[in-house]
């Protein structure tokens, strides 16, 4: 049974270089300036703060291995997100992207209540993690990052 699993596990690895394409931060780019297109004649200038919250929360995969690596380059970070990780031997599951967990979408949430740029940059963030979420079900690539701050940090026994 296990092996069944694993062998599973291979297989849809296969795919992922098709994922890595989709996801890749030009898709959000692409997806987020559309979405801004059709808020434009609404809220004006203000929808452009859609497509800062839609691209900048993949800040998140910098910082992610600016932390994990100690490594301060960029070029690195997108390396390792869109080939390196994705090789079953360096496969690692559960990682923190930290403004992809509920807790960071609250931070947002509560700052939206008080400035209209934030709301904007929510609208951008839901509209990614929609996008991202798409694919990690499609995929059943659950797992790969983590859905909550605190549930990280308690499953390293941080709290
Ligand atoms: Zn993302």
């Known amino acids: 049974m296990r092996r069944r699993h694993r062998k599973e596990r291979e297989r849809w690895f296969f795919k992922l270089p ?38 900048l929360i993949d800040f998140d995969h910098y910082l992610y291995t600016l932390f994990r690596f100690q490594r301060w380059s960029i070029g690195y970070s997108y390396y390792y997100h869109k080939y390196f990780r994705r090789e079953y031997s360096h496969y690692e599951p559960d990682i923190l992207h930290i403004f992809h ?37 499609k995929y059943d690539l659950m797992e790969v990052r983590a859905l909550s701050l605190l549930g990280w940090l308690r499953r390293r026994d941080y709290l």
């Open 101 to 137: 967990t509920w807790e960071g979408f609250l931070l947002m949430f509560v700052l939206a209540f008080f400035s209209l740029p934030f709301f904007f940059i929510l609208q951008g963030m839901i509209l990614h993690i929609l996008m991202d979420f798409i694919i990690l079900f």
């Open 18 to 55: 098709l994922l890595g394409s989709f996801m890749d931060i030009s898709r959000h780019f692409i997806v987020s300036c559309i979405f801004a297109w059709v808020l434009y004649p609404f809220v004006g200038l203000a929808s452009l703060w859609v497509i800062f919250g839609g691209v």
